[in-house]
């Protein structure tokens, strides 16, 4: 079994509609990363996550240390937010862990 | 903010040839930088970390006479793929550390490398 499942693997959306991904793991971590992957294989950082919540724009993401999950939310979602998005668990003070990633696609 | 800058963006060249790709901090100095690779559809794959001064670290399976790495700066990784063949063939992309930083790793745009 991964350490770090994601899912769904692929989602396909209208413009406009709520997205969630998930991230479940299943090893202690100092912290969890949210990345976007663009098509031409660029990588953006979006969060980097210990506790609670965070927001920007847009984009909002979770996680429950005790239960060991991670959500990525993305409001008024818009063509443009079409990527590869991958959660990574920080191990110690450096390595991460890489999720398989989830494809989205938003349709206009 | 923090900038990694990787070149080339995509290489394709003739099997037996040797490929560098450089790696560079452009507004912080990185002690540490990753090394990754990606297959089509997979995630990423850490290949090795960089330490500078230092001899790279490889993870299990990645061959350390084909994966050539020299962290000579603190701001300049190089990834040197000796004797390439079409196996080679994949997306390599580094990431570098700003101790400054509250991220853990800054990524590089990556490389795309073909072999023919």
């Known amino acids: 079994k991964n350490e770090v499942e994601q899912s769904p693997q692929n989602l396909t959306a209208q413009e406009g509609e709520f997205i969630t991904i998930n991230c479940s793991y299943s090893?202690?971590?100092?912290?969890l990363h949210w990345l976007q992957q663009h098509p031409g294989g660029g990588i953006v950082s979006l969060f980097m996550?210990?506790?609670g919540k965070k927001k920007h724009g847009r984009l909002i993401a979770t996680i429950n240390i005790q239960e060991k999950h991670s959500s990525l939310h993305i409001t008024a979602s818009h063509p443009r937010d079409s990527a590869v998005y991958i959660c990574?668990?920080?191990?110690?003070?450096?390595?991460?862990?890489f999720g398989q990633g989830t494809r989205l696609t938003i349709n206009p | 903010g923090a900038v990694v800058s990787q070149h080339p963006s995509r290489v394709i060249c003739k099997s037996g040839t040797s490929v560098k790709i450089e790696c560079r901090s452009l507004?912080?100095?990185?002690?540490?930088m990753f090394w990754y690779r990606q297959f089509p559809k997979k995630s990423l794959m850490l290949m090795a970390t960089?330490?500078?001064?230092?001899?790279?670290?490889?993870e299990q399976g990645v061959e350390k006479d084909k994966f050539l790495i020299n962290h000579a700066s603190l701001t300049l990784s190089t990834l040197t793929v000796t004797s390439a063949h079409p196996e080679d063939s994949s997306f390599y992309i580094c990431?570098?550390?700003?101790?400054?930083?509250?991220?853990?790793?800054?990524f590089g745009d990556g490389t795309r490398l073909s072999i023919l």
């Open positions: 990431s570098a550390r700003d101790p400054s930083s509250n991220q853990p790793q800054h």
């Open positions: 090893v202690g971590i100092s912290a």
């Open positions: 996550l210990s506790s």
């Open positions: 990574a668990l920080i191990q110690g003070a450096q390595k991460l862990v």
């Open positions: 507004d912080f100095q990185a002690t540490t």
């Open positions: 960089s330490n500078e001064g230092s001899k790279a670290t490889y």
